[in-house]
């Protein structure tokens, strides 16, 4: 495939699409509820705000998490200026919501009444505030036990106008990085990435007209510029200039992207192009059409097709390796010394470090490669479940190139997610207790 029809297909595949019309159902019943308290309207779907990525027009498929603001009439503000008046608001915010969804899960939550929808999977955070003469909002923050400022619109207002130079390249790069943050297990919410993006295109105007043809170099240079990011606790956010945090260091995925892009490049009109785009990008990335046909069973799942994927926390997982008579090695150490991984071993995969509060589900995958896997028809690749807490036991089979995944499913979405090779020298993975 060329260029252009790998990055068109790409994009193509990342738009929310019909998943919009369902956000913008919940989001107008959200509305005309607090209307009917808050002013007294029937039916009125005036005085709201969609902010956060959806807001920016840069959410991609998959969107869960959905902000909006919720205009509170002014002339109620003196009724909710003193300490207790964040946890009021919050708290009338949050009765109206269970009055209109009484079998849905709704709390407060600091800054926000969180909605959370099982049929679909949305979570709205629904914070209400009163609009200020120069745009910005007053939010209430429980936790400080005052009223905080937040200014949506310049970075709505940023983000447009950087688009709009860059003849929308801005939000397709974004999209795009999005990508790459839930297919890599990227801790980065999308204020941080739609930041990061502004920054990249403020220091380059070399992709402001380019084509989807040229758009393997343009995200070969975004990731470039990420790897060489220095470490920092928090960036400025576009156009609000308002703090956003840094959950965790991306630069060293964002090198191994940089990586991947460099063979994608390098292999260019070849079906393995494809792959190597896949790795950095995911299933959106179609496959070549050569590959559409195997000789064998291509028994792989994508934990995509099974629940919507938000990567916004971290997950790390490690693997114990042991054989009689031998002392368990763990197999990072044995990556970063060039250790052999042999047959007859023992594979214990565990979780070694977890951000998400439980409770929540952990899924894994385990995938076999290379010629020896599909001469025996034996790719394997199902999503499947722990065999004891936070575990997979399995067992080394033949050679070739393996890999291991596993998901944090959080009320109902992919949360967190982590892969480990496992280059097996003589043998592959095969499930505990397999022939």
Request: hydrophobic share 35%; with cysteine; charged share 30%.
């Given at each position: ?9 790409l ?10 019309a ?5 989001r ?5 509820a607090?209307?009917?308290d ?26 869960s ?16 200026d ?29 800054c ?15 914070q ?12 209430p ?32 790069l ?29 220091q ?21 510029f ?20 840094v959950?965790?260091r991306f630069?060293s995925k ?12 390098e ?9 190597k785009w896949?790795?950095?990008?995911g ?15 291509n028994?792989e799942?994508?934990?995509?097709s ?34 052999l991984?042999r ?7 565990r ?12 899924k894994?995958?385990?995938l ?6 599909e ?17 997979r036991?399995?067992h080394?089979?033949?050679k ?6 596993c ?16 280059p ?12």
């Amino acid at each position: 495939m060329k260029t252009s029809e790998i990055f068109d297909a790409l994009l193509a595949n990342l738009k929310v699409g019909d998943t919009a019309a369902s956000v913008s159902s919940r989001r107008d019943q959200i509305t005309k509820a607090l209307n009917k308290d808050f002013r007294s309207k029937d039916g009125c779907t005036d005085y709201k705000l969609m902010v956060g990525s959806y807001g920016r027009h840069t959410a991609i498929k998959g969107v869960s998490d959905l902000d909006m603001i919720f205009i509170l009439p002014p002339g109620i503000r003196s009724n909710y200026d003193s300490d207790t008046g964040p946890h009021r608001m919050l708290e009338r915010v949050r009765d109206d919501l269970k009055a209109r969804y009484p079998n849905t899960t709704i709390r407060v939550d600091q800054c926000v009444v969180r909605v959370q929808f099982t049929s679909n999977a949305f979570k709205f955070e629904v914070q209400p505030a009163f609009e200020n003469d120069d745009g910005s909002f007053d939010y209430p923050d429980t936790k400080a036990e005052d009223w905080k400022v937040t200014k949506p619109r310049d970075e709505i207002a940023a983000t447009k106008e950087c688009n709009d130079r860059t003849s929308t390249n801005m939000r397709h790069l974004a999209r795009m990085a999005r990508a790459w943050k839930n297919s890599n297990g990227v801790a980065m919410g999308g204020l941080l990435i739609d930041t990061l993006v502004h920054r990249f295109f403020a220091q380059t105007d070399d992709y402001d007209s380019a084509g989807t043809g040229a758009f393997d170099l343009m995200v070969r240079a975004f990731f470039e510029f990420l790897k060489d990011e220095p470490d920092k606790d928090y960036y400025l956010a576009l156009g609000s200039n308002q703090r956003v945090a840094v959950k965790a260091r991306f630069q060293s995925k964002a090198k191994k992207a940089y990586n991947k892009c460099l063979e994608a490049i390098e292999e260019m009109g070849k079906s393995s192009a494809n792959k190597k785009w896949r790795e950095v990008f995911g299933t959106a990335v179609p496959l070549a059409t050569s590959e559409a046909s195997q000789s064998f069973e291509n028994t792989e799942q994508f934990i995509e097709s099974k629940y919507p994927v938000d990567v916004t926390e971290a997950v790390t997982i490690d693997c114990e390796v042991t054989q009689d008579g031998w002392r368990p090695a763990k197999l990072r150490d044995m990556l970063r010394t060039g250790a052999l991984l042999r047959a007859d071993r023992t594979l214990k995969f565990r979780v070694t470090n977890c951000t998400v509060e439980e409770p929540y589900e952990l899924k894994w995958k385990v995938l076999n490669r290379g010629l020896e896997a599909e001469r025996r028809n034996m790719i394997r690749g199902q999503v499947i479940d722990s065999t004891s807490t936070n575990t997979r036991m399995e067992h080394s089979s033949f050679k070739g190139e393996h890999v291991v995944e596993c998901y944090i499913v959080k009320d109902g979405v992919v949360v967190a997610r982590d892969r480990i090779d496992v280059p097996i020298s003589n043998t592959s993975v095969k499930s505990a207790g397999a022939s």
